[in-house]
């Protein structure tokens, strides 16, 4: 058995090496809102006929890591056409998780859940944690979904985190394998962070930055904080995939979770008329279990307890093959957050590290 896993590393190893031609450059639900709430990815669609099939493509589920790092990234990752249904977890990183914790979690991650990526949320700053996180990427087979987080406190320092985020990125040889798309966040213009035109410049010059890498780029956003900036058609221009943040709790129509589906829908459409046909993501995510003085709903029917957290997602579930239709090869969908420790209230786990009830989502239908 040791031997036959030696050949397919081996085999999976040569088909990355194989050389083609490359992909074109690859909410704070805490904040009770007062309000209703030529690119990478979009060219790959087209063009990533080539790509090999699961699961044979980077992060599909069976996918065997190879011995030694590929050339390079071409025909690496999977169509992004077959990544819908449940994908992965948000993952807050403001405790600064060390090494040991970043492999344990994200192990199970990948194993316990079937997830295919994890997407950060929040910010560390210390030195080398973002190597951190591309070494448990590696060693789990997880995809990421890296940010630049602007943090709430109006202050700059969403620069040198940017600029930090960058150089580890082109400086370490794993990571242009495991980041799979780097996402400005977290809602700057809901948060009113900068100008829509200057974002869409931000997007623009961070894409630029990358593209030797083949890694996208894009911004986590409600619809709500386009909407509210005349749809900011700049940015989704910009922008490579469209990572949504769908929390209807917050919704002025909200009721419970598994009423939510309009909702869902509502802003979900609004994507659809103005994203030009790009790949869609839901990565912030979900249904809170508890209300707090920082999570409060906008409607007095919306329901806060774990039935209902457990609810929406038993909602996406059932509408897999809806999600699944949507233009530009389906929604993946990831579950914000994974644990209470990180956001209470929406995790999987509590914060005694027991699930709060069964979650085995599909990931494909």
Request: contains cysteine; glycine residues 6%; aromatic residues 12%.
């Amino acid at each position: 058995m040791a031997l036959f896993a030696l050949l397919c590393s081996l085999a999976l190893a040569a088909i990355s090496l194989t050389s083609a031609a490359p992909l074109e450059s690859g909410a704070h639900p805490e904040r009770a809102s007062t309000k209703t709430n030529a690119n990478a990815l979009s060219k790959s669609q087209s063009t990533t006929s080539t790509a090999p099939p699961a699961p044979f493509c980077f992060p599909a589920l069976g996918f065997q890591m190879p011995l030694f790092l590929p050339k390079d990234n071409t025909h690496w990752w999977c169509d992004p056409a077959t990544e819908y249904a449940f994908v992965g977890f948000s993952y807050e990183v403001t405790a600064c998780q060390s090494r040991e914790q970043l492999h344990k979690e994200f192990r199970d991650i990948r194993q316990h859940f079937n997830s295919r990526y994890v997407r950060l949320y929040g910010a560390c700053d210390r030195d080398g944690f973002y190597d951190d996180i591309v070494d448990a990427a590696w060693n789990n087979g997880l995809g990421v979904h890296a940010l630049v987080w602007f943090g709430f406190d109006g202050s700059d320092i969403w620069i040198s985190r940017r600029d930090t985020l960058f150089a580890a990125l082109h400086a370490n040889p794993k990571a242009k394998f495991v980041t799979r798309v780097v996402q400005f966040g977290s809602e700057p213009l809901f948060d009113d962070v900068l100008p829509h035109d200057q974002l869409a410049e931000q997007v623009t010059l961070a894409k630029a930055n990358l593209s030797s890498l083949n890694i996208p780029v894009t911004v986590s956003e409600l619809a709500y904080g386009y909407q509210e900036r005349g749809g900011a058609q700049d940015v989704l221009d910009a922008i490579d995939s469209i990572n949504i943040h769908m929390l209807p709790f917050f919704d002025q129509d909200a009721s419970t979770s598994d009423q939510a589906w309009p909702l869902v829908q509502r802003d979900l459409q609004w994507f659809i008329d103005h994203g030009n046909g790009k790949k869609m993501y839901f990565d912030e995510n979900g249904w809170p279990s508890v209300t707090s003085p920082s999570v409060q709903p906008n409607s007095p029917l919306a329901v806060a307890d774990i039935p209902n957290e457990h609810g929406y997602y038993i909602l996406l579930d059932q509408h897999c093959e809806d999600l699944k239709g949507v233009v530009g090869g389906g929604i993946g969908w990831f579950a914000h957050i994974y644990s209470d420790n990180q956001e209470p209230g929406y995790g999987i786990y509590n914060s005694t590290g027991r699930q709060k009830f069964p979650f085995a989502p599909r990931t494909h239908c």
